[in-house]
């Protein structure tokens, strides 16, 4: 089974808006929001998570994910299954239909179809490690709960670093929460900045393994080189 929006949930919606520093000019605030991607920006969002993503995640980046052809193809794929969960949220700025920033949400099950069958070894990697973090911490168990917000990947477009644009995102996922009635957000975080955005917003660490460890647990969960020390189970609780 999987899961699927309650009709009642108007799609498109707007789920957050805000004030932040426009980029080239910190001194000059304006509007910001995040809403749920439409199908028409589909391919657009692709775009963006290949060119900002796809380089800059610590994970996918020392896999070599960006220069394989059928991991690229399979993470696109990947990409396309969470829109179609009518979860994935995109930022614009005021007037503008321009992607600043954009979210891949799904809701995580205690029962039903979660994982996501791929023949790439190197996503298999990322795919079972993920997995394995989880199952460890056990989220549904100490949460006590059936089901879960996750996030499977955030892409702010680079000329927006260091705008705020990144700990707005994760804090739009709480009206959705709210929405849903959902009591738990849930993601593995891997990049250090990220971690500490999502500290700043609330998340708690839930369980930290660095990836020398995760090397000697299996030889997929092997990341060389990789710019990360460490990969983390972080989790924000909805009141």
Request: proline share 4%; hydrophobic share 40%; glycine share 8%.
């Amino acid at each position: 089974m999987l899961w699927e929006r309650p009709a009642e949930i108007p799609f498109p919606t707007v789920w957050h808006e805000f004030q932040g520093p426009d980029v080239g000019d910190t001194d000059n605030l304006v509007s910001y929001r995040v809403e749920d991607l439409t199908p028409n920006r589909f391919d657009d969002i692709v775009e963006h998570f290949l060119d900002h993503f796809l380089t800059a995640e610590p994970e996918y980046v020392a896999k070599g994910v960006p220069g394989d052809e059928l991991a690229r193809r399979e993470i696109v794929d990947f990409w396309r299954w969470c829109f179609a969960r009518r979860l994935t949220l995109v930022c614009y700025k005021e007037a503008s239909r321009t992607i600043i920033g954009g979210i891949l949400l799904n809701v995580k099950m205690k029962e039903g179809q979660n994982a996501r069958m791929v023949e790439s070894e190197k996503l298999k990697g990322i795919f079972a490690s993920n997995e394995y973090l989880t199952d460890t911490f056990d989220v549904f168990g100490n949460y006590g709960v059936s089901e879960y917000l996750t996030a499977c990947g955030m892409a702010v477009h680079r000329n927006y670093h260091g705008t705020g644009i990144c700990g707005e995102m994760l804090r739009a996922q709480i009206p959705i929460c709210k929405a849903l009635g959902l009591k738990v957000i849930s993601t593995n975080f891997t990049g250090t900045e990220t971690q500490a955005v999502a500290a700043k917003v609330g998340f708690r660490s839930d369980l930290e393994m660095s990836y020398d460890e995760l090397a000697k647990l299996n030889p997929l969960f092997t990341f060389p080189r990789i710019a990360s020390r460490s990969t983390k189970v972080m989790s924000l609780v909805i009141k």
